[in-house]
C-alpha cells in the first residue's frame, strides 16, 4: 500500500471512475449478452483453454496501484499461473515495494566507458525483453566524436546576444549559435559495429531510462498507467497501458520501447525472477523501459547493468545517503546531466571521472 | 440523445459483444505458443571469463539455483563475457583486513567479499606449495640482491626481464614479489601480503587510485548497493595487468554486437558520414 501516496484522493476518485464505473455499467446486462454473443467456437475455446477465466479476470483489472491488497495478490496469481505453464518452469512476479527513505540514483563515467555494449546485453539477460523480431535493448550505447563535449567556459560562454548590423534585438548569432554548447549528440553512431574497442578518436555513451524528478511521459501519459514511485523510478503497469506510445514521443532521451509485435522470448532465456513492474514478460501493444531493475534494487541488489560493466563506469546507489558510491562521485567528480535544458532533472548522473 | 435513452439494453448488448470478441482475441494471443528463436539452437558458452580473456575464468552451471534453475553465470554469446550473475558472492572470500587511512577514505569494508585471485594464477597452482614448490630455496636458489637482471623463464609474462616497463623502469620484478617468501607480495615497508590483497601493494604509489578505490568511485563492486551491506569487490589485478602497464596499457575489447537495425534499413553508413570531420 505504501506505493500509494503518490497517487491522492482525488486522482483515485477520477481514475476509478473513469473507466471501471463504465465497465461496470455497461455489463449490468452481461450474462444476457454472452449467452447471446459467444458462438459454439468460442465457447470450445474457452473450455480447452485453462487461462480463459483469469484472462476475463485480468481484463476488468484495475490500476495496480488502486487496488486491494487481495486483488493484488490475485492479479500475481493469476500471472505466476500464466508465467509457469507458458514458460514451462515456476516462475514468482514479485510486488516488492520500493525501500523507503531511499531515491534512486545512478552515476556513469563517460571517461571510462569503452563502448563493449555488455550493459546492453546484460539488461536483456535480466529483464526479458524480445530476443528477436521484434529485438528489444533499452540501453542504447552512442559513439561520439571526441570534440562533442565541451564544458569549458569559454566554449560555454559563446554565442550570448551580439549587436548586429539590425540592431540588438537579443537574437544570437555566431559563437555557438549553431552548435550545441556542452554536450552535442551531433554524429553520433548507435549502430557502430568496430571489431575492437574502444576506437580512438572516439568517446562512448550509454543513454536509458533517466528516471526523471519531472519525468515528461508520466505527464503525457493519458491513463497514468506510467507513474513515479517514491523512490524516484518511473515504472509501468502493463496491464494498465493502453499502447498509444504518447510517452515515446514526450521522452527526450528515447529511452521507452514498444512492443509492436508479440514478444519473443524463448523459454529456456526466460528470467523466472520477475516483478510485477520490472521484467515480468510484457504482452503485445505495450510500452516498456529500464526501471533500474526493479525486481533487483527493491531487494538490495544491484542492476544487472552496473554488475556486467568491465570497467566499473556504472555506479547505483542511493541519493539520499551521503556515503553512497553516487554521492561520493557527485561530491568528487565533474558531473552533469543529460539533455538538462530539458527541464527534466534526470537522476542518471554522467560524470568525467 | 434520443437514441441512448431508448435502448440502453441494446447499446450495452452490443457493448458487450465487442468485449467478449475482443477478450477471445487476447486469449488466443496469450496462449500462442513460444516461437523458436534463432538464439535457441545455439549451445550456451560455458568457458566464460570476468572483465578480461585471461584475467578471471569461470564454467558456467547449469542449474545452480535450483529454486529458479539459473545457471551460475549468463555469458554472451559472441565473446564468451560473463553478463549476469545468479549469485554476486559465489566463489567470493572475505576481503581480510584493510588499514583505516583517514576519515574520507575509511572505506565500507564491513562486509566486503573478493574473489580470490590465487586460484586464477597460473604458476601459482603448478605445484602443492604455489610458488614455492620451485622457488624454495634449493631449486632455484634465492637471489642475492634485487637489482635487475636477465631471467630465462616466465618469458609469458615479461618478455625481457630487463625491459620491465612497470615505473618505467624504476621497478623490478623483486620490488613486489617478496624473494625469499614467493607465495607472497611484499610492500614498500617490507611486509608480506597475499596475491589476494593486491591493493595494499599497488595502493602504496598509486595513492589517488587508491582513494577512488577506497570509496567506491574507481574500479567495480557488485552485490548489494545499500552502504555497508554485503558486496564483491574488484581488486587491482582482477583488470590491470601490472607487468605489462606500459607495452599494453589498455588492450582493446571486442564488442557485443550491435542493435538490430530498423526495419526497411539495409546499414547504418548515414551515421558514419560525419566521421570525415573529425
Not at chain 1, 562533442?148 to 549559435?177: H, M
Not at chain 1, 527526450?252 to 525472477?273: D, I, T, V
Not at chain 2, 594464477?121 to 642475492?144: D, I, Q
Request: hydrophobic letters at 30%; glycine letters at 8%.
Amino acid at each position: 500500500m505504501s506505493e500509494e501516496k503518490i497517487i491522492d484522493l482525488k486522482d483515485e476518485d477520477e481514475l476509478r471512475q473513469g473507466r471501471r464505473d463504465f465497465l461496470k455499467h455497461v455489463c449490468t446486462s452481461s450474462a444476457a449478452a454472452l449467452v447471446l454473443t459467444t458462438t459454439p467456437s468460442e465457447a470450445v475455446d474457452s473450455a480447452s483453454n485453462p487461462d480463459a477465466d483469469a484472462t476475463v479476470a485480468e481484463y476488468f483489472q484495475g490500476h495496480f496501484l488502486l487496488m486491494s491488497e487481495e486483488e493484488k495478490l490475485k492479479a500475481i496469481a493469476r500471472l505466476e499461473k500464466r508465467y509457469s505453464a507458458k514458460y514451462m518452469k515456476k516462475t514468482t512476479v514479485a510486488n516488492t515495494p520500493a525501500p523507503d527513505g531511499v531515491l534512486f540514483g545512478y552515476a556513469l563515467d563517460i571517461g571510462k566507458c569503452i563502448g563493449c555494449r555488455r550493459c546492453v546485453h546484460a539488461c536483456v539477460k535480466e529483464n526479458n525483453q524480445s530476443r528477436n523480431d521484434p529485438e528489444v535493448q533499452w540501453i542504447q550505447v552512442m559513439k561520439m566524436p571526441k570534440g562533442n563535449i565541451a564544458f569549458t567556459a569559454d566554449q560555454l560562454d559563446k554565442g550570448y546576444p551580439e549587436k548586429s548590423e539590425f540592431g540588438d534585438y537579443g537574437v544570437q548569432v555566431g559563437g555557438n549559435a549553431y552548435k550545441t554548447a556542452g554536450l552535442s549528440t551531433e554524429d553520433a553512431q548507435n549502430y557502430y559495429n568496430d571489431e575492437l574497442v574502444p576506437d580512438k578518436d572516439f568517446f562512448y555513451m550509454p543513454v536509458q531510462c533517466q528516471q526523471c524528478e519531472k519525468p515528461p511521459c508520466v505527464k503525457a501519459c493519458p491513463v497514468r498507467a506510467t507513474f513515479r514511485d517514491h523512490a524516484g523510478v518511473v515504472l509501468i503497469d502493463y496491464n494498465w497501458c493502453i499502447g498509444c506510445r504518447m510517452c515515446q514521443l514526450a521522452c527526450p532521451y528515447h529511452a521507452r520501447r514498444f512492443n509492436w509485435g508479440e514478444p519473443n522470448l524463448p523459454a529456456e532465456e526466460m528470467n523466472p525472477k520477475t516483478h510485477y513492474f520490472g521484467n515480468r514478460p510484457r504482452m503485445r501493444g505495450v510500452m516498456e523501459k529500464c526501471t533500474f531493475c526493479a525486481q533487483r534494487t527493491r531487494e538490495g541488489r544491484n542492476p544487472a547493468c552496473q554488475e556486467a560493466c568491465p570497467v566499473g563506469a556504472r555506479k547505483f546507489g542511493n541519493l539520499l545517503d551521503p556515503n553512497s558510491d553516487v554521492r561520493q562521485v557527485l561530491a568528487t567528480k565533474r558531473v552533469f546531466r543529460f539533455k538538462e535544458e530539458a527541464g527534466t532533472y534526470p537522476k542518471f548522473f554522467y560524470y568525467i571521472g | 440523445m434520443d437514441f441512448q435513452y431508448k435502448s440502453p439494453t441494446f447499446v450495452s448488448i452490443v457493448l458487450c459483444a465487442i468485449l467478449v470478441a475482443g477478450m477471445s482475441a487476447f486469449n488466443s494471443a496469450h496462449s500462442a505458443e513460444v516461437k523458436p528463436a534463432e538464439t535457441q539452437n545455439a549451445q550456451p558458452v560455458t568457458d566464460c571469463f570476468e572483465s578480461r580473456i585471461g584475467y578471471s575464468s569461470v564454467t558456467r552451471v547449469e542449474n545452480a539455483n535450483p529454486k529458479y534453475g539459473y545457471p551460475n553465470v549468463k555469458c554472451s554469446q559472441s565473446t564468451g563475457a560473463v553478463l549476469w550473475w545468479a549469485d554476486p558472492f559465489e566463489g567470493t572470500i572475505p576481503m581480510g583486513d584493510m588499514p583505516e587511512i583517514s576519515d574520507d577514505t575509511r572505506g565500507d569494508f564491513a562486509n566486503a567479499v573478493v574473489k580470490p585471485r590465487q586460484p586464477q594464477l597460473m604458476y601459482f597452482n603448478m605445484g602443492p606449495n604455489g610458488c614455492e614448490s620451485c622457488h624454495e630455496g634449493k631449486t632455484v636458489r634465492y637471489p642475492k640482491d634485487t637489482k635487475p637482471r636477465l631471467i630465462g623463464m616466465h618469458q609469458d609474462i615479461v618478455e625481457n626481464s630487463l625491459k620491465l616497463m612497470h615505473g618505467r623502469g624504476a621497478l623490478w620484478c623483486l620490488n613486489c614479489h617478496s624473494a625469499n617468501h614467493r607465495n607472497n607480495l611484499i610492500d614498500r615497508q617490507g611486509n608480506l601480503l597475499s596475491f589476494n590483497q593486491p591493493q595494499k601493494l599497488c595502493g602504496g604509489c598509486h595513492g589517488d587510485i587508491y582513494i577512488d578505490w577506497r570509496a567506491g568511485i574507481h574500479g567495480k563492486r557488485i552485490g548489494s548497493w545499500a552502504t555497508g551491506s554485503k558486496k564483491r569487490w574488484w581488486v587491482c589485478t582482477e583488470c590491470h595487468n601490472p607487468h605489462t602497464v606500459q607495452v599494453a596499457r589498455f588492450n582493446r575489447l571486442k564488442p557485443e554486437p550491435p542493435p538490430p537495425l530498423p526495419r526497411g534499413m539495409k546499414n547504418a553508413d548515414y551515421e558514419r558520414a560525419g566521421e570525415a570531420k573529425h
